[in-house]
């Protein structure tokens, strides 16, 4: 992550703009400045299509309530981050998993998805770059699900927060908000550009009823987002190809790090390289469920992995992020660990 002075730095005068900046309250929608920005992050989205929020978990929040409602179904691609489902299960919405499985090198089954849509559908929910495998879908079965939205008239909320991390280039998959009018694209600070403490996400969408909806409901949540954290989030973006560039460069060298590692231990570890993002989802073969892995490695050597019990998804996998410099430093804490103990 960037501190203070290196975001004030990537543009001469920032300092002297942000001594300037008043604090009252700013726009429900988000500063015009911050909103023109963010639209350039699309090809079919102006700022008016934009609604700015304190962080992604607002904008999830906010959007399910306006949308759903109980008895409503949603198909969820999963294992997910939490919100994306209990905040469905909380307003009393059916939840069906469209559960991935490494088995198959985390594919998505589309037969699956078309055989559980309902009367009742309101909502698919996908996540790509995917949280937390690091999945990316080919932009042939991406287009599909379009093409399965729109037969049946069902919205798609698309979680995009990874989206720019992806290892090539030409893997990236357009924003789905371009793509399909009954469709919302989350994206956030925290991932992609590493700030999460400026507390700054968004959605886009072409679809101006909802927007309008979502807009009225943020007057009972936040109202408005932070003036210098909008300020920050404006600055980044204005020079997110050196961001980006410099995230990315740590993560590829992670990446070898960790391949090179799960190599060594193939033996206890399936390792499914991910095609984006800073975490993946190893399966662990070893005699202990993952719950007891993480927690003997978290006390004897105060290395913190995930459990896959935490995304409800059994006891056999792990989430590991290496979008951190200090990646070596960990492994060869994870490796001890392994040779004391295996």
Known sequence: SFNVKELLELKEGSL????KLRLGYT????????????????????MKNIIVFSGAEEGIFVYMNVLLKKGDHIIVQFPAYQSLFEIANAIGCEVTRWTMQDEIDWELDLEFLVSNIRNNTKCIVVNFP???TGYLISKEKYKKIIEIAKQNDIYVFSDEVYRFLEYKESDRLPPMCDLYNKSISLGVMSKSYGLAGLRIGWIASKNQSLLK??????????????????????????NKGIIVKRNLEI???????????????????RWIKPKAGSIAFPRFVGNKSTDEFCRDLLKSKGVLLMPSSNYDYGDRHFRIGFGRRNMAEALLKLEEYLEENY
């Open 16 to 19: 002297e703009e942000l001594n």
């Open 27 to 46: 726009e429900l929608l988000g500063a015009p400045v911050l909103r023109n920005e963010i639209s350039k992050l699309y090809k079919k989205i102006d």
């Open 130 to 132: 995917h949280n937390p």
């Open 213 to 238: 909806q979502i807009a009225s409901f943020k007057n009972y949540t936040t109202i408005c987002n932070s003036a210098p954290s909008e300020f920050f989030a404006t600055l980044a973006l204005r």
């Open 251 to 269: 993560i590829q060298t992670n990446l070898k790090l960790l391949d090179d590692f799960f190599e060594k231990y193939h033996h206890l570890f």
